[in-house]
């Protein structure tokens, strides 16, 4: 197993322009996690998917932000007209949930800038 | 959701040196999880651990569940020790603002 892979790594874009990013979970896991980092703080979560169903979505999120799992394996992180402060990494994780709890793994993250 | 404090914020250290970094959270916990970030980014996994102690090399956790605390020790620091540690519950993956740990040589 190759483990979660982000693509892409790094994003710069203008501001007001979309981006999309993905996430390939690891194979089977039926958890995908959705985080922002900026500098200095810790990974702030952003949402997570239960195979296909988006089970829970930050109140931080504001509505420019949307992300989708069709088919409940890989993952879109889209943000629409984008702003400055909307500059971080992006890092998504997946983890298998049999109903108890169990290992998270991390991608190596999509650093976006916006210019 | 679970609330997760870590401590020290900031933490220096000569190469050598022991350190014990601490994870409180606000309700019980399964499952915690600790994570080193390297200076990329990626999130790299140390320990998924219930309670009890877990070893690797010269890295251990030690989770008190009943008390909602978990202890990382780092034994013998070295300089690729550097970075930053989370913990973070393993089902509902919430972080704490991390210990930035850095080792001089």
């Known amino acids: ?12 874009t203008k501001r007001g322009q979309n981006v999309t990013f993905r996430c390939d979970p690891i194979s089977e896991h039926n958890r995908l996690y959705w985080y922002r980092q900026t500098l200095g703080q810790g990974p702030e979560f952003l949402t997570y998917f239960q195979n296909e169903a988006q089970l829970e ?34 890092l998504c ?22 210019v | 959701g679970i609330q997760v404090e870590q401590s020290p914020p900031d933490l220096i250290l000569q190469e050598g040196a022991n350190s014990t970094l601490r994870c409180n959270f606000s309700d019980s916990v399964n499952n915690l999880q600790w994570f080193h970030q390297n200076p990329w980014g990626q999130l790299i996994n140390l320990f998924y ?19 909602r605390y978990s202890l990382l020790y780092i034994s013998s620091s070295q300089t690729t020790d550097s970075g930053v540690y989370f913990c973070a519950p393993a089902r509902h993956v919430r972080f704490g603002a991390g210990t930035r740990l850095t080792v001089k040589p």
Do not use: W
Not at chain 1, 94 to 114: H, I, P
């Open chain 1, 1 to 12: 197993d190759t483990g979660v892979s982000q693509d892409p790594r790094h994003k710069i």
């Open chain 2, 49 to 67: 651990i219930p309670s009890g102690t877990k070893q690797n090399g010269r890295l251990s956790a030690t989770t008190v569940a009943t008390e």
């Open chain 1, 57 to 90: 979505k930050s109140r931080l999120l504001s509505d420019r932000f949307s992300a989708e799992r069709p088919k409940g394996s890989f993952s879109t992180l889209e943000i629409q007209r984008t702003e400055q402060g909307d500059s971080a990494m992006y």
């Open chain 1, 93 to 114: 994780a997946s983890s298998f949930d049999r109903g108890m709890n169990t290992e998270a793994f991390f991608g190596q993250g999509t650093r976006l800038t916006v």
